[in-house]
């Protein structure tokens, strides 16, 4: 019985000693022989497109596609063919690579402008050579970016792309390759923007001026462009009317004379209706600035990043004539004042550009950002000269006893709301004595 165990134990061991002690992994395959192409020495493939993002750096500019050859065996001859997209490339250059070094013979680079343009190169090794193994550059060939896609319309790809591949050993026969890497190529231009600046303005002097910037960025090519932008006044007491918070006139506005050359436009149009500052009733509470440019036809503008139109705004008096917002008595024992606020928005937007075959498109509404303005006073600068003095308390004691809110005095100068002009009123004026500043925290 001992025997017999002992046997069988025997016999498992030898079945598997094999698979135990004298087990390999498999064999991999060597890798695959193919054509690859490179753009600006970058790889890529359709899964990794090569980008051109911004059209101010490439237009005009020069582009490196390469050829190159992976993976084989006793390479002794080789074919192939480049085509590309005619629209945006010119082929301007090309050098063949010397695969066998001075016994390489290159039966012909050939270029072919019929019909769909590509490139042809052949070449074989003489026979004495000997077949190459490896990885090896085959050509360099240069392109020139003559147009742009016309940036304004949606993301343009397409392909510097191989076909007819052949390669060859030293005994005539087929080198079996892999499909081609062929390099993708994406023209996502970087989309025409404009904003302004400041895009948040605070203020606390009635009849100080500020400047707002209108800035552009990423056009090119532009035939002609309008915006328009507005802002609103102020609803601000119980009486039921509105007074400016900003207002400007069509000599405030001032246009970029580097981009704007007065010769060389067609048309421009600048349209400004500002509430004013000066009156107590308003009707019509809004106001905008109306801009747009038509050039001649043989100019355009080309702009990274630059300023448009600047415009100047005189800051207003939002309660008139010294009118105070409703204080409010804070658990410090301070009083902090309403603020007037406003948005100056883009009510409209767009740029006109030439395409390279000629067309004009338009874009409207493009990537905009709008500014904010507030006006928020400091408590106790009754006259909004942008600080508490002397002639605040005078202003107190000058209408001292006012009952009602009858009259407009009344109603402005007694800050604490309480139906009188009294000693209340003047000693909100007297803390805040020499400020400077107002009070921005909620």
């Not at 002639?391 to 009602?404: F, H, L, N, P, R």
Request: hydrophobic residues 40%.
């Amino acid at each position: 019985m001992k025997t017999k165990y002992l046997v069988a134990v025997l016999i498992a061991a030898l079945l598997t000693t094999p698979v135990l002690g004298f087990w390999h992994p498999p064999v991999e395959e060597p890798p695959c022989p193919y054509f690859g192409v490179q753009i600006n020495g970058v790889e890529a493939p359709a899964t990794d497109p090569y980008i051109f993002q911004e059209p101010f750096d490439h237009y005009c500019q020069d582009v490196t596609v390469e050829v190159y050859i992976l993976n084989v065996e006793d390479l002794y001859g080789y074919e192939f063919k480049l085509y590309w997209n005619t629209e945006y490339f010119t082929l301007t250059a090309w050098v063949v690579d010397l695969t066998w070094g001075a016994d390489t013979v290159i039966v012909k680079p050939e270029l072919d402008y019929d019909g769909s343009p590509w490139y042809l190169q052949v070449a074989t090794a003489k026979a004495i050579a000997i077949g190459v193994t490896g990885d090896f550059h085959l050509a360099t060939l240069t392109f020139h970016i003559d147009n742009d896609p016309c940036y304004l319309d949606d993301t343009i790809t397409g392909v510097f792309g191989l076909f007819d591949m052949k390669a060859s050993n030293s005994c005539s026969g087929v080198i079996d390759l892999c499909d081609a890497m062929n390099a993708y190529w994406e023209f996502i231009p970087a989309q025409p923007a404009i904003y302004m600046e400041p895009a948040d303005e605070v203020n606390w002097i009635v009849g100080d001026k500020f400047t707002l910037t209108i800035w552009v960025e990423n056009v090119t090519k532009m035939h002609d462009f309008y915006f328009c932008i507005m802002w609103e006044g102020k609803h601000v007491l119980p009486e039921d009317f509105y007074t400016a918070l900003l207002c400007t006139t069509e000599e405030d506005v001032v246009f970029n004379p580097a981009l704007f050359p007065a010769e060389l436009i067609d048309t421009q149009t600048l349209h400004v209706v500002s509430p004013p500052c000066d009156t107590r009733y308003i009707s019509d509470p809004i106001g905008f600035v109306e801009v747009g440019v038509v050039f001649e036809n043989e100019y355009q503008i080309n702009v990274t990043k630059d300023w448009f139109v600047q415009i100047t705004f005189t800051k207003c008096d939002p309660w008139f004539c010294g009118a105070q917002p409703l204080y409010e008595e804070k658990e410090t024992h301070d009083w902090l004042l309403e603020t007037g606020e406003t948005d100056i928005w883009f009510y409209d937007a767009y740029f006109s550009v030439c395409c390279h075959d000629g067309d004009v498109i338009t874009k409207s509404m493009i990537d905009i950002e709008n500014a904010h303005y507030t006006f928020a006073p400091i408590p106790g600068d009754l006259d909004g000269d942008g600080h508490v003095y002397i002639d605040d308390i005078m202003i107190e004691i000058g209408y001292y006893g006012t009952v009602g809110w009858g009259t407009w005095a009344g109603y402005y100068y007694d800050l604490n709301k309480d139906h009188i002009i009294d000693i209340y009123d003047i000693v909100i004026v007297a803390k805040n004595f020499c400020r400077r500043e107002p009070n921005l925290d909620p």
